[in-house]
């Protein structure tokens, strides 16, 4: 009402409702006349009869004429009514499926944002970005790990090792610094009689080659 008053045209849904309440209306100012109509034939009813009863037939007859046209237009009121809730019924079906457009429209805004939100192909490449900063980190690590034992290998590892053995063979009693030459061969008279030295004889060996 206050849209009328100030000229402002009303939504499709406020056209809904206000459609609702006017059926509404209609059907209960309907439903009041019948009621009226329904009293007034009760009364023609009894006219009738008294008429009748009293013999009185042209009285009878126009009260007759009365009757048949009360009762079509309390017939016209069932039609009204039905056909009023009829349209009733269309409008619910109107305020459902402006509901229904309601929500399709919110849908598809929100797909519509989600779909300038995601850019596929904006994040199609940022996966191929990925890929490629990934492989180029492995090959970069790589490189890294070849370098440092590149390094550690030039850096004495042989000659760690060869140290850990010298010292180990050296805890035994022997050297490797070019001393093992004097340890006699297999199959010289020296090897063959070294099985037969003491403990001593060994000793004393193991004393001259560090001392020379």
Known sequence: MFNNIFGKKPTVKEQQRENDRSLKKATRDIERERRK?????????????????????DAC???AKQLVEIRKQKSRSYAAAGKIQSIGFQNKNMGANIALGEAMGTTAKTMADMNKVMRPEAIAGTVRDFQAANMKMEMTDEMINDTLDDMLNE??????????????????????SGKMSNI??????????SGK????????????????
Do not use: M, W, Y
């Not at 030295?197 to 020379?212: F, G, H, V």
């Open 184 to 193: 006699p061969a297999t199959g010289s008279a020296d090897f063959e009689t």
């Open 61 to 63: 007859r126009i009260l």
């Open 37 to 57: 109509l329904e009293e007034e034939e009760k009364k023609l009813e009894a006219d009738i009869k008294r008429n009748a009863a009293a013999r009185n037939n």
């Open 155 to 176: 850096s004495g590892d042989e000659e760690e090792s060869n140290a850990v053995v010298n010292k180990v063979l050296d805890e035994i009693g022997i050297e490797v």
């Open 197 to 212: 030295r003491t403990e001593k004889d060994i000793a004393d060996q193991l004393a001259k080659l560090r001392s020379s």
